[in-house]
């Protein structure tokens, strides 16, 4: 052990028993509970089944559900709690903001949240209260209430940009320690000693009590990239969790010979001190990148000459930056060169500005004027990356959704590219004026132009050769669509190391079931999707994988499970089939801290990316987003980003052999497989961080049968 962290999990206990009554509710159950109960604090009702469950007085529960009730009123054991169930959630939190509320004199929904009147700040002319968020959480068979910092506009009919803006404003800052201190402030008002026996209603005598520890659970990390061992001060008895920081993944590069396979984990760095992966391949590719050009006559020059910073070194705008590193230029990075058409020349397309004097008539002048031009560029010349170049005067013209009809400029060109095997970029005119930004702008655009041109800019170093991975994403326009409206994403990598990322964008065939306002397939859609797996890979490696690990965003349906399980065990040669369940955790969060001289204290800078704790056989956090060493001195720490404290994914196997350990490890290295960025790393695996969003354009390709698309037509 080098590391432990602090969580904002409390151990909580739950009233052994509930109040149940047999009642008629009719239609709109939960809304005839609310109207009776919400804001009564003697009371907590929720329908559950064909019942009433609830918590108070026999004598008030009868009172007030008298018009309902079908029977008797009786006291059941409240055994296994199912949390996360919505009316068991509702009861339990509902009755603890209600007692919080009234002991402490505080505002509440009486659903999730508390606010403290007499703490404030102005935002954006609003004024904006202190809250706290209230959570529930289930580990290894023990329950907990997490603390969580949240805010509360006095005016609550502000639009919803000005409450994201004043969103993003309060959480920004509250750093690690601030988090801590925040978290801390509340806990001291909430939870005032060791054990808190917490009666609901207050001193009613009911025995509706929970018990609250007053202090939370902390968690020990071994850190895989330190040997030493670090004694700490924390109890024993409030160590509940382990974890491990894994190694940060390498990225393969090739040397500048082209003889070797050269190491690095930052994709920039690896990129200027070697070559790319592919360097050894660029005898059988040609040696330049062909471009054609789509540019109003009157924006021609400003584009022509910012393309062509292409070919010049560029410092990064602060020499202290700890991620960003100096662009080389585009042939000092990659070996290759850029062929820049002349505004003259045929591979330059200069299409009018529109005419149209509608709004959505304009958006659709705009795109035919675009595609146009595409088709022309397409017949000329050998194969190339066209830019589309999006003046600011056009900027409200992009895209509308009146309610019966949405279009997207963005989507539809990617698409029209796509179906007709063409690589496209889009440049906005706001990218090319701003020059803070300078050295990354033309970081990233070089990366789109070498990945583009069917390139491999870098693969994941990882010594598994056996194992593939598939993911799930969906687009679907709203949840009353019939079969054919469905757009079902899959992506597929075809090797452990991330090469050969492609989509099967395939319509759904039956209709797709709503659980909890998420989307799951059928038997035979998933079978269909499990088939897909299959031919994909063989067509791709000419063999089966021994492992095929896939991911999605929902849990897996009995249906879903049994329907990709059957359709890959066809295939006699596939040993194990992980399916893994990846979404960002909305409640548990944790600091770190620092150990001097066995001392604990919290520390500035957030949990390091990497940090993996084990929830319980089936279930783990992931820090795929936190704190990585600086680029400017590997022993100081950088947080991208910089906002708030980073967000944990929780994994969830639902089927498989693979240990949670390798799982974690895998989606780790996955996150740093997106050709689309320079960043260390995405915050979700490239198996499923763009399957939702190539599944929308998809939505707008003719033919989504049978055709494999590769991931770069999308980016």
Not at 107 to 136: C, H, M, P, R, T
Not at 635 to 661: A, C, Q
């Amino acid at each position: 052990v080098n590391k432990v962290l602090k969580s904002n999990l409390f151990p909580i206990e739950f009233p052994k028993e509930v109040l149940v009554l047999e009642a008629d509710l009719g239609e709109k159950p939960w809304e005839k509970i609310k109207e009776k109960t919400l804001l009564d604090i003697s009371i907590v009702a929720v329908p559950y089944g064909k019942d009433i469950w609830a918590f108070g007085t026999s004598e008030n529960v009868q009172k007030i559900f008298s018009d309902y009730s079908a029977g008797e009123l009786k006291r059941k054991p409240l055994t296994e709690i199912k949390i996360y169930n919505q009316s068991i959630s509702y009861l339990l939190l509902s009755s603890l903001c209600k007692i919080f509320s009234q002991k402490n004199n505080l505002e509440s929904n009486f659903k999730n949240k508390l606010w403290d009147k007499s703490k404030y700040v102005y935002i954006l002319n609003q004024k904006v209260y202190q809250a706290l968020s209230l959570g529930l959480e289930k580990i290894d068979g023990k329950y907990y209430l997490s603390l969580n910092p949240n805010f509360q506009i006095e005016n609550n009919d502000v639009e919803k940009e000005i409450k994201q803006q004043i969103g993003l404003t309060f959480f920004h800052k509250i750093y690690n320690d601030k988090y801590n201190a925040y978290v801390d402030e509340w806990r001291k008002k909430l939870l005032v000693t060791k054990d808190n026996k917490l009666e609901f209603p207050i001193n009613s005598g009911t025995g509706f009590v929970f018990n609250i520890k007053g202090s939370p659970i902390f968690t020990n990390i071994c850190d895989l990239n330190n040997q030493y061992t670090n004694n700490h001060s924390v109890p024993e008895s409030l160590l509940k969790l382990k974890g491990i920081q894994f190694k940060e993944t390498n990225l393969v590069f090739s040397s500048n010979n082209g003889q070797r396979n050269i190491l690095d984990t930052h994709p920039m760095r690896g990129l200027v001190d070697n070559k790319p992966f592919d360097s050894g391949l660029y005898n059988l590719l040609d040696n330049t990148i062909n471009f054609g050009i789509i540019c109003p006559e009157q924006d021609s020059e400003k584009l022509y000459t910012f393309l062509n910073t292409q070919n010049q070194e560029i410092p990064k705008n602060n020499p202290k930056d700890n991620y960003i590193i100096d662009f080389k230029g585009f042939y000092n990075t990659y070996g290759i060169s850029l062929n820049i058409p002349n505004i003259s020349s045929q591979n330059w397309e200069k299409p009018n500005d529109p005419v149209e004097t509608n709004e959505k008539k304009i958006v659709h002048e705009i795109k035919r004027n675009i595609c146009d031009k595409i088709n022309k560029l397409s017949s000329v010349g050998s194969q190339k990356i066209i830019i589309i170049f999006i003046p600011k005067r056009w900027d409200n013209f992009l895209h509308y959704n009146d309610g019966i009809e949405s279009f997207d400029l963005h989507d539809y060109i990617k698409a029209f590219c796509a179906e007709k095997g063409l690589t496209s970029q889009i440049i906005r005119e706001k990218t090319i004026i701003d020059k803070s930004l300078n050295c990354q702008i033309n970081w990233w655009l070089s990366l789109s132009f070498f990945v583009k041109s069917f390139r491999t800019p870098w693969v994941i170093h990882n010594a598994d050769k056996n194992t593939a991975f598939a993911g799930i994403g969906y687009s679907i326009d709203n949840k009353s669509d019939d079969k054919g409206h469905i757009i079902l994403g899959c992506s597929h990598i075809y090797s452990s190391d991330g090469e050969g990322l492609k989509y099967k964008l395939s319509k759904v065939n039956d209709k797709i079931k709503w659980i909890n306002k998420k989307p799951h397939l059928s038997y035979d859609d998933a079978y269909e999707f499990g088939r897909n797996v299959l031919h994909l890979f063989y067509e791709s490696m000419n063999e089966v994988p021994k492992r095929v690990v896939i991911h999605k965003r929902t849990f897996y349906t009995d249906e879903e499970k049994q329907g990709i399980l059957d359709s890959l065990f066809d295939s006699k040669k596939i040993e194990n089939i992980d399916l893994i369940e990846i979404n960002f955790e909305d409640n548990i969060r944790y600091v770190s801290s620092k150990i001097s001289n066995g001392e604990t204290k919290i520390d500035g800078f957030s949990v390091s990316r990497g940090t993996c704790i084990q929830l319980n056989n089936n279930e783990a956090l992931l820090y795929a987003h936190g704190i990585i060493p600086s680029v400017v001195n590997p022993k100081f720490n950088f947080y991208p980003g910089g906002r708030y404290i980073p967000k944990p994914l929780r994994i969830i196997k639902h089927h498989g052999n693979g240990s949670l350990e390798q799982i974690a490890n895998e989606i780790l290295g996955l996150t740093k497989m997106n050709w689309n960025s320079l960043n260390m790393y995405s915050q979700l695996p490239a198996t499923i961080s763009s399957s939702n969003e190539i599944a929308r354009i998809g939505k707008l390709i003719e033919n989504t049968e049978k055709i494999q698309y590769d991931y770069r037509y999308f980016i």
